[in-house]
């Protein structure tokens, strides 16, 4: 039984973003964002005048007077995500919103009431709340091993109910009462019992009806409208989900006519049907009285105002009103939750779907310019219809909308506005896996190096080094190492700026090529071998960073080369190092930085510092040398969605890093951003600086990591700090960490030997 006590957080559910976008539309530092998608809709609730939809994403509302949307994720106060439930009780004025994981979200007086002990408890098996029904003061959740009751005025727990074979658990798909008794659908059957039965706890007084086509079958949903229960059957017959109306001893198909239905609920005293491609209202006699067809539909709400709300896969939140579809209802976003590579260039954000499960997925990618997701799929761009989805990114330096794709199983696409190109073996040097036909060619890296060469790294080839020339031509690039084969995995390919070419070979070690003048290629294998002599096989990111150094993220944290130019000259064993971090326990020892993590993604800031993204632990930002910790981002500590960290990306134009998890995107304004040889359009915001503002005050625009100076209007100095890159940060303090007096206050950028300076100004209001 989960009688623990509640986990409040008393957060403002409703305001309009975060701290709020400061003047000059600049993000303030340290804001997250989420970036989900809001298209495929799941569940509808109506509260007073707004409808929330919930979507594989997250939460969103929409005002039916002013049509304003607001969404809701972590980011904003909500507990989790991966919604999968969603019910509003009306006396009681609470939204209710159940996970898959189990956590439990109580909206209550713009504040979020979060029930995390499903979630921490240690339970086998799925903890998905699936659906909820109010019956008096408490919410009944149908869960993924039994029944939860929530009392939803004290904010606690009261009851579990496991009712399977021998009290054992058993998949609860959905709830509905008669007011006398309680019925379960059931993966295996419908199970009833009554709901003033004096120990529901025990599995005895629960009992599975026999009343019922197979009463071992599956049913999905159940509900009690006008003395009769119904139930969703699959009928092994006719393949179609039929629906049947149950009673004491007997059972009878009352489906309205032979659809695939999915979902029958009860809303504002009339019955609503749910089937693959329609929807339709019954009144209390039974009559039709309504109906929409849209492409997917999920769920299906009708209001107190006569209007249909439908949930569907596709088209997002879509409402129907006197028989007219309106358009699609829903916030801008990527289609999928899906994420793969992120790049950042002039610009924009290029962002592919992942690795698809399913190699004729066609979810493509998505791009963010200009505050907009645009995706770029099949459904945008026709001739991707053939590619799917995309994993791999890389963007043309010289042309910002021209980019490459590449795909586990097809080759390689090149994207240019609306013109599409497929390279597969059938049009270029691209070989297929081999013993295989058309459709694998493993693409597993790409990137331009500085000569504008696109170098791309397959699986399983003898030959697994591919590079397309500014003109155009491809080449297959023949290397010496004989270790190539149809077992090889190659986790990635980095061009660096020196002209080395990096090719990570998973579980074997680390080929280092280059071209010469005269065309040949010079190379350098070897295995990954810290200053301890302890290897590492496996692989999984690269990074260059600002000094040239290269950094490769590993299963054991990340292993540096210093001065990688002459790499391939160098004579004997080629020793990485791993940054040892003190212990605290008054030895002198130490452990390798992240030795226990494995390095996903790797990205280096405008001041140098590096952000590594981890498979269990979160997100780091490590000092320049990688010996102080900056941030540890997790699922616990912050709106991190996931502790899966699969991709970043950093806007080196504003700070803000891109994170990819494996339950989707989301953001967060870092201070450091990319400097310039020269001062660019130096400016400070926000500025005037107001007796309300708390937060961070940035100098932006300028030489990389100079030397500022804060001084009042006499000359006196305030504050001193070095740039992050192309900014600076101040916190409006003095040295003492006194907030500063209302004035004009003078500021002073320096580089280190006073060649290059600027000098600004802001108001501040004490």
Known sequence: MLRMKDYKIHLFFFFTFC?????????????????????????????????????????????????????????NGLGDIGITALNYNEGLQVLVIGYDNGNIDMIKNDSVINLPDIKRKLIIGDKAINNIQFINNYAYLACGF???????????????????????QIFVNDIATDGEKIFASTNQGIISAYLNSPNL????????????????????????????????????????????????????????????YRVINVHNNLLVLVSDYNSQVYDQSFNLVYQAATVLPQYAYYDKDGILWIADSQKGLMKSVNGVLSTDIYPNGPKYIDVGELVYSNGKLWVGSGNATNVYDNKGAYLFENEKWTNINRETLPPLEAFGSINNIAADP???????????????????????SVFDETNSVFKTIEGYGHGFIFVTGMSFDTENNLWVSTDYSENPVYVRRPDGSWENIKLKYDGFGSFTRIEDIYASKTGLIWLLMYRLGILVFRENADGSVSERFFTVINQEGELSERMHSIAEDNDGNIWIGTNSGPVIYYNPVSIIEQSGTIVGNQVIIPRNDGTNFGDPLLKNEKINCIKIDGANRKWMATEKSGVFLMSVDGKKEIHNFNSENSPLFSDNILSIEINDENGEVFFGTDKGILSFKGQATKGDDNYYDVYVYPNPVRESYRGDITITGLVANVNVKITDIAGNLVYETTALGGQAIWDGTNFRGDRVQTGVYMVFCTNDDGTKTHVTKLLFIH
Do not use: M
């Open 19 to 75: 701290i709020n976008v400061a003047i000059n539309g600049q993000l303030p530092n340290g804001v997250w964002r989420d970036h989900l998608p809001y298209s495929n809709a799941r569940r509808i609730a109506e509260v007073n005048n707004k409808i929330f939809c919930s979507t594989t994403g997250g939460l969103f509302s929409y005002n039916k007077t002013d049509f304003a949307l607001q969404k809701f994720s972590k980011v």
């Open 146 to 168: 039994g029944i939860v009751v929530v009392d939803i005025q004290k904010n606690e727990f009261k009851d579990t109910y496991l009712f399977g074979p021998n009290g054992n």
């Open 201 to 260: 706890v025990d599995y005895n007084y629960w009992n599975k009806l026999s009343s019922l086509p197979d009463e071992n079958a599956e049913y999905k949903s159940i509900a009690y409208f006008q003395g009769k229960l119904l139930a969703i059957y699959q009928n092994p017959l006719t393949s179609s989900s039929d629906i049947i109306e149950i009673s004491k001893d007997s059972w009878k198909t009352w489906s309205p006519e032979p659809l695939n």
């Open 398 to 420: 010289a042309d910002p909308g021209h980019i490459f794709g590449g795909h586990t199983g097809l080759g390689v696409v090149e994207i240019k506005g609306d013109e599409v």
